[in-house]
């Protein structure tokens, strides 16, 4: 049994240990790039408060490198009998460079590690789930464009109700997308911030620089208050959860519609047979399981927030071991969110759309609207024109006009792509992605060239 942190000579029962461990393992890999990354930035920042030796510094800092190199190449694991990626990262120090690996947890606790880590780990993930919002936006526009001039019923209450296209039907997913974008980013901006000095929520007696590790981490600002550091522990996640289940909903409502697009009845859509699965005892099927498990996967994910929320909601200020409870819920769904983008950005570029559904006369009602609206404009009262077309389709006279002519924005003849390409855009720039890799890569390539460039920042000032 390897030696805890908080060791004090005596064993906590087995089942105990068991029951209090639970999956922090397993969820802590998810952290560990982003517990070396926190660990040089810490490290860095106490050897210029004389807390460490320059000469300890370049040792540890030349370690953590190589232990870094071997999470990104999966390599890394937590041992049995080591609590968590913090006792782990401490433990490969301590063995490889002797008691020097001790001195990277003064002015910390594990509480404001894990609070850096997961902010860190987070951040990431939103830029990688933006990243992927991004290209199927990209796809469904492509698509909107392609399809612009092909009609398509338009429903109200599941009843055939007036013309849409398949430019419209694709472009709206893709503007849907822009909003849950916005959404993405405020939880981007919550979550950039540095709790890291705020050790177990009531900060420390070391003269820490906290501003110095904001800017070698490239957070955009601390989280100033040491106790709010602490409290923020359940509300980022329960916040990012809430932008994570925007998205979802825009790709469950997608991948509904082409499932019903896609069946036989209505036949609007083919979705790539390779694409597509069979059944085991009919042997015409073709299933479209991809999207029927994007809608199950995403709806799964709408109800993260509410998960988060009911795990810390109750709690009061502090730190509670209630919290861990939130990763497993939490830490997975980014991955299990952008396979489902994926796979819908790779169905999307390859689904063929019928042009030819408005030869079946089910479908010439829909153009009722258009008759009424025609003579109105010609000049007949809307309401007598509603009531002549409505008495023509109960007599079986009404004979459809299947040609619109719609030209406000945002309609059938105007589908304003390039402005929502251009929110999409100011929705992008807004993000500042490259604030944060600049200082990760800085961090993890070169951290004495990030000290260099903190006090030749501070030093103009």
């Not at 068991?18 to 952290?31: A, H, K, Q, S």
């Not at 296209?165 to 911030?193: C, H, K, M, P």
């Not at 390409?421 to 951290?447: I, Y």
Request: aromatic share 8%; proline share 3%.
């Amino acid at each position: 049994m390897k030696s805890k942190l908080w060791d004090k000579g005596y064993e906590v029962t087995a089942e105990i240990e068991r029951f209090t461990i639970g999956r922090d393992r397993e969820m802590d890999l998810y952290l560990a790039e982003a517990d070396v990354l926190g660990s040089m930035a810490h490290i860095t920042m106490l050897e210029s408060i004389g807390l460490l030796e320059k000469n300890e510094l370049q040792t540890l800092l030349a370690e953590l490198r190589n232990i870094l190199t071997e999470i990104r190449e999966g390599q890394f694991v937590i041992e049995e009998g080591v609590e968590d990626v913090h006792s782990q990262v401490e433990l490969m120090l301590t063995r490889r460079l002797g008691d020097v690996g001790k001195k990277i947890h003064s002015g910390r606790s594990r509480n404001d590690q894990v609070l850096v880590d997961l902010k860190l780990f987070i951040r990431k993930q939103l830029r990688l789930v933006a990243e992927d919002v991004r290209s199927l936006f990209a796809e469904l526009q492509q698509q909107s464009e392609r399809y612009k001039d092909i009609l398509m019923p338009g429903y109200t209450h599941l009843q055939v109700a007036m013309p849409s296209s398949f430019g419209l039907w694709l472009g709206a997913y893709a503007e849907s997308l822009v909003d849950d974008l916005v959404f993405l980013q405020a939880a981007y901006r919550i979550t950039n911030r540095n709790p890291l000095g705020s050790a177990a929520g009531y900060g420390s007696s070391f003269p820490l620089n906290r501003t110095m590790t904001t800017e070698l981490l490239g957070f955009d600002s601390l989280d100033y208050n040491v106790v709010y550091a602490q409290m923020g522990r359940g509300k980022t996640e329960r916040n990012v959860a809430f932008a994570l289940a925007s998205i979802a909903g825009t790709v469950s409502k997608l991948a509904f519609d082409a499932c019903l697009f896609n069946s036989q009845n209505f036949g609007f859509i083919k979705l790539p047979k390779e694409c597509t699965t069979g059944s085991s005892i009919m042997p015409h099927k073709k299933n479209p399981d991809v999207f029927e498990l994007t809608r199950a996967k995403c709806n799964k994910l709408q109800a993260l927030p509410q998960q988060v929320t009911l795990i810390m909601n109750n709690l009061p200020s502090g730190y509670f071991r209630d919290l861990q409870i939130i990763k497993e819920v939490f830490l997975p769904a980014f991955q299990e969110l952008r396979e489902c983008l994926q796979m819908a950005t790779y169905i999307i570029a390859r689904l063929e759309v019928n042009e030819h559904i408005l030869d079946d006369p089910r479908y010439d009602l829909m153009f009722s609207v258009e008759e009424v609206n025609r003579l109105a404009s010609e000049g007949m009262p809307f309401r007598d024109a509603y009531k002549k077309v409505g008495l023509d389709i109960e007599a079986g006279k009404f004979v459809p006009r299947k040609e619109v002519h719609h030209t406000h924005e945002g309609s059938i003849g105007n589908l304003c792509t390039k402005e929502i390409a251009a929110l999409m855009q100011q929705v992008w720039d807004g993000f500042h992605f490259e604030r944060a890799e600049e200082a990760e890569k800085t961090l993890s390539d070169s951290p004495l060239k990030g000290e260099e460039m903190y006090r030749n920042n501070h030093t103009r000032q």
